[in-house]
């Protein structure tokens, strides 16, 4: 059992009422300076300000009234946490999310402004988990993986099915589908919409080279756990999923790693000449586009700009 | 003879193939802070980086084909010159941009990037003008002022027009259309439009307390220059300009004034909340919401978000 674009189609008649289908934007400025046709999807403008609220409003409401009465449970810091929230508000439920204790205070503040309960652990992994599973025997309550889960995967699925449809629309179709890939939910996700609705398109995915386990796991045929992360795109540090790693197996065709300096200045470049405000995540795949030597010619490319979430007083510039 | 609302639904028409249809966006966040119902029209992604393509296209693309031959001059550091550059490169003949010499490097770069001739001059307005008039002489180029010009001003009405028009096509008709004011030429055409459109509606300017010849002149019922402007609002310097001024005073319900630190907490709030970059002079209407007392109820204010030209390397917080 895993995924399949059927589920990816039904994923998004399930989550179209509550989510954003947001624009797919071009650049002159940066087609001249990649020497491609570039379009970006820009899930920094979706709820939640990531492409995570797709997975997260997909799973919530795959759940039965039962089920979703007990509330939902995640131990996430980052863009997953706030979805969640989002999702289990859309139904009216509540979701308790198990953050580190040292985590931000702005990143808190933001994750109960959604609506839901935080609840502080030390910071390690083994307490996040432990404070999460006491959570689920005391209420019942569903646990949601930012990545690692059938649900979200299909939920992910669901930007690139509307970036090629609306492409579709003005008469353009890509030759080559991009997204960067940290837990491998997203890339699953993009993969499988990709090989089904443009079969000849490449699927190329970008990961910085400070978290390179997705393409050191490609490379081996095996999964590779990744330790000790270290990029500024602070939304790739996780290892890829069980689940999400066949699938990426059987229809990516490449993983690319950039540089930190490559990953600010993509990232630069699309606030500068764009005037989207991206985090450093979302840059990885034009990051990796300016560092390849060879020209694009008039390829076209799809991008997924990941998400927006960025802290305005650590500009790595 | 002045500014009618037919130039500008025959500006729209003019312009239209050459500059882009921009989005109109909404934040339920900086609505939740302001109390009210905000659309903002996100000029920040016209040609250029701001509105100014407008006014810039129509006045070139009304010119006759002896006259674009001769080509065009403007003195601007700002946005009026990136526009007057785009638009004279659409019509294939040569933009000339007098500007100062201590203009920054990047400025000059971003105008000549256009396709436009920098001619540099010394800082100070008498010299632009000697140097602009000195290219007219000799080139018999037609020189576009940035605002006090009628079809300048009809050009920046479209702004206005399409956001208006886009609303209505949602279900939404405006209490309140709102834009920022420097010589007047976004706040004559958006007025024009405003009262034919939504004669109803109130039409309500913002500039910085720094900057508030404006104000200062609605006030008086003269017009009265701007001396020393000190703001970060860097688009809004100017005095407001003698063919704005009557359409200005004649269509126009009420121009506030705001602090320094509003028009940064406003910036800041757009580019947190909506991922957008904008200029400082673009926040300056919703720092004037966020500053009254008054709530909005539940009032739709279209507010037009003039540019997104901003220097990254100096954020102002």
């Known amino acids: 059992m895993s995924v399949t674009f059927d589920d990816i ?4 008649g399930r989550i179209a009422p509550f989510i954003h289908r947001t624009p797919v934007y071009s650049s002159r400025i940066i087609n001249d300076i990649v020497g491609g046709q570039l379009f970006f999807k820009c899930e920094n403008f979706q709820k939640g300000g990531a492409f995570k609220a797709r997975g997260a409003f997909n799973a ?15 131990h996430s810091s980052g863009n997953h946490a706030a979805a969640v929230a989002l999702a289990a508000n859309s139904r009216n439920t509540i979701a308790h999310v198990v953050m580190p204790s040292n985590a931000s205070a702005v990143k808190k503040a933001a994750v109960m402004g959604y609506g839901a309960t935080v609840i502080e652990c030390a910071p390690i992994l083994a307490d996040r988990e432990a404070t999460a599973e006491e959570i689920i025997r005391e209420t019942g309550a569903t646990f949601l993986h930012p990545y690692d889960d059938e649900r979200v995967i299909a939920g992910q699925g669901t930007a690139a099915l509307e970036m090629i449809e609306d492409l579709s629309k003005t008469g353009h179709s890509l030759d080559i589908v991009m997204c960067p890939v940290g837990g491998g939910g997203l890339l699953a996700g993009t993969a499988l919409t990709a090989r089904s609705l443009l079969p000849e398109a490449q699927v190329i995915a970008a990961e910085p080279l400070g978290a390179d386990d997705a393409k050191r796991s490609f490379d081996a045929g095996v999964l590779i756990e990744q330790t000790a992360p270290n990029t500024i795109a602070d939304g790739l540090l996780t290892s890829v999923g069980k689940t999400n790693f066949p699938i990426i197996m059987q229809n990516v065709d490449e993983i690319l790693t950039v540089s930190e300096q490559s990953i600010v200045h993509a990232m630069r470049l699309i606030w500068q000449h764009m005037k989207l405000v991206v985090e450093p995540s979302a840059a990885v795949p034009l990051a990796a586009l300016l560092s390849r030597e060879v020209g694009l010619g008039d390829k076209k490319v799809g991008i997924i700009l990941s998400g927006g979430n960025v802290d305005l007083d650590r500009l790595p510039w």
Chains 1, 2 share one sequence.
């Open 9 to 12: 189609t039904q994923a998004h």
């Open 60 to 74: 919530v409401h795959s759940l039965d009234e039962a089920m979703v009465k007990k509330g939902v449970v995640t």
